[in-house]
């Protein structure tokens, strides 16, 4: 499988501080995404990340990724309250871009 | 901005009857996708569709499943003879093409409960 699998499971953290999730996957892929999912919603993309980039910014997001470890992580640099939600990684693989989600990690970002 | 639209956003049904999940991608999107989320659980790729024929699906899309696009606008799921199990949140994605990115834009979903 080339599911992204997330760690940790879940993360609690006080406002103002820094959030760090790491997503690995199994297989060589073409493109490692980021979704956010609030509770019972859809999905929002955050970030898009090519395997052949290894680092990318939008506003308080940091994506890199690690081919050669297949791994992935997102920061959410001083975090908000709203920004408590479930968080995703995504992978696509050349030739074929249907996505492999992995399971979600958890943040809870406490006023 | 242009935005994946999906109905009902909810749909109750009792098992065995047929359910039909309609999605209206973005416009100008070639790629089209169904995912499920059961609850608790991660999103599962089920199918995905380009250039009016399945280009991909998974071991989840099975004969109960089917996928079409019956006018310019419209990309329905359909569950023919529905099961306790297939209670999800249903997410209809759609994406520009093969050769520009692949960013996925999903719509809200439809939560189908099964009776």
């Known amino acids: 499988s080339q599911q992204g699998e997330e760690d940790p499971q879940a993360l609690s953290i006080q406002e103002g501080e820094n959030a760090t999730m790491n997503c690995s996957y199994k297989?060589?892929?073409?493109?490692l995404q980021w979704y956010r999912q609030n509770s019972g919603r859809g999905l929002v993309h955050l970030i898009l990340?090519?395997?052949?980039?290894r680092e990318k910014h939008s506003g308080r997001l940091r994506v890199t990724l690690d081919t050669s470890k297949k791994s992935s992580s997102l920061l959410i640099t001083a975090s908000r309250a709203a920004d408590t939600a479930s968080y995703f990684c995504?992978?696509?693989?050349?030739?074929?871009?249907?996505?492999?989600f992995g399971a979600g990690t958890r943040l809870t970002v406490k006023p | 901005e242009p935005e994946v639209t999906q109905t009902p956003s909810h749909q109750v049904t009792q098992m065995g009857q047929e359910v039909i999940l309609r999605c209206v991608p973005i416009?100008?999107?070639?790629?089209f996708y169904w995912y499920r989320q059961i609850l608790g659980q991660k999103v599962e790729f089920l199918v995905s569709f380009y250039n009016n024929e399945i280009s991909e699906k998974s071991e989840i899309f099975d004969d109960q499943f089917s996928v079409e696009r019956p006018d310019g606008s419209n990309f329905t799921l359909k569950i023919r003879s529905t099961k306790l199990e297939d209670s999800a949140m249903y997410f209809c994605a759609s994406s520009p093409g093969e050769n520009l990115s692949y960013e996925q834009y999903f719509g809200p979903g439809t939560r189908l409960t099964v009776t």
């Open positions: 416009s100008n999107h070639l790629y």
């Open positions: 990340i090519r395997s052949n980039e």
């Open positions: 297989t060589s892929i073409n493109n």
């Open positions: 995504a992978t696509d693989r050349w030739n074929n871009n249907d996505m492999r």
